[in-house]
């Protein structure tokens, strides 16, 4: 499967996009929202969306065909449960997370995020300190946040920014330092394609605990911190 990357950063994809609100999304808005960021295609939560109809599904994707052609697939289904959204998730999730009615947020997924290796790439990683200090601050404590990937160099990062946070705490059962298998009843396109090829997929699920957020400046630097660990190391004696 190849990745079909666009640049976030590009002025295009840094409007604010007004994101319509649940009334607007669903047949039934007020049942618990799943919001999967960077849904792509959108498959899985199509497939999920009817397994779960009590669930409303949200996937969010940054790249508008994919969107398109998501949302042509799920009214042909006429799922009122499900919705497709096209936008940048570190420019406009935030003011939709915080207009949430208190505890409405159930889940959210991050799966299989485009790879940015290099350094100066580090800023068009889907999850940013704002983002996720956003999803925290819109989940109750015990709801879950689940994010997997099959490269080490791209879920790394995302599991120090959850640690730093100090917001989320991993199930007491689950297997350090990758949960064994998936916690949602399905699975998405790529987790298929890994592992068909028998290549790992490294997952980690956390719930959200009653620890207040700390400041976004504490957290971006906990960040840079991860992604330089020789900078901020102590110098030798």
Not at 26 to 44: K, M, N, T, V, Y
Not at 48 to 74: C, F, K, T, W, Y
Not at 156 to 181: H, Y
Request: glycine content about 4%; some cysteine; charged content about 20%.
């Amino acid at each position: 499967m190849v990745r079909q990357h666009v640049n976030p950063l590009s002025r295009f994809f840094q409007l604010p996009l007004e994101l319509p609100a649940p009334a607007e999304l669903f047949a039934e808005p007020d049942q618990p929202i799943h919001l999967d960021i960077g849904c792509a295609r959108g498959r899985f939560l199509l497939e999920l969306a009817q397994q779960q109809p009590a669930v409303n599904h949200l996937g969010v994707e940054i790249r508008r065909p994919l969107v398109s052609a998501a949302e042509a697939d799920r009214e042909a289904l006429g799922l009122g449960n499900l919705r497709y959204l096209f936008c940048n998730a570190n420019v406009s999730l935030e003011a939709w997370l915080a207009a949430l009615p208190p505890g409405q947020l159930e889940l959210v997924s991050v799966q299989f995020p485009d790879p940015w290796f290099k350094k100066k790439h580090h800023k068009r990683r889907v999850l940013q300190p704002a983002l996720l200090l956003a999803i925290a601050a819109a989940l109750a404590p015990g709801r879950r946040l689940f994010i997997q990937s099959d490269v080490l160099a791209v879920i790394e990062p995302m599991v120090a920014l959850c640690e730093a946070s100090g917001c989320f705490s991993r199930p007491a059962a689950d297997a350090r330092p990758w949960r064994a298998d998936n916690p949602l009843p399905l699975p998405t396109e790529r987790e298929r394609y890994v592992l068909a090829q028998q290549l790992p997929v490294y997952r980690v699920l956390y719930e959200r605990n009653e620890a207040p957020l700390p400041e976004l400046q504490v957290l971006e630097q906990a960040l840079e911190a991860a992604d330089n660990p020789l900078d901020s190391a102590p110098s030798p004696a």
